[in-house]
């Protein structure tokens, strides 16, 4: 059986090729779904024309792909809604704040609706 969290760590090592940051702790990640060695990821782009989008979803699949466990890897791309800031984890908007600055990540997220 494939454990989630090894999932995780595995999505945690695939980074957004423009923003320094982990595609799951970003918020890319909207569903993940294991039935034994069967790995279903539900993903979105940070924008839908992002040019980098179709190779960092290979990526995704690629590293679910070695987790233990996993046979087969299915990725579908999910483009609306579109990815907003407020599906970044705690982590995402920390690795943000160092990367941009708090203030500006701050009025990033109060411009999208977040606290």
Not at 75 to 87: A, I
């Amino acid at each position: 059986m494939v454990d989630e969290s090894e999932v995780i760590d595995a999505l945690k090592t695939v980074y957004d090729i423009e923003i320094p940051v982990n595609v799951y702790d970003l918020g890319l990640i909207r569903e993940i779904k294991i039935d034994g060695g069967n790995v279903y990821i539900k993903m979105t782009w940070t924008s839908p024309m992002c040019p980098y989008g179709p190779l960092m979803t290979k990526m995704v699949e690629e590293a679910v792909q070695k987790v233990e466990g996993v046979e087969k890897v299915d990725v579908e791309v999910e483009l609306d809604p579109p990815w907003s800031p407020k599906e970044l984890t705690e982590d995402g908007r920390r690795q943000m704040e160092m990367l941009f600055g708090k203030e500006t990540v701050e009025r990033w997220l109060r411009d999208a609706g977040v606290k």
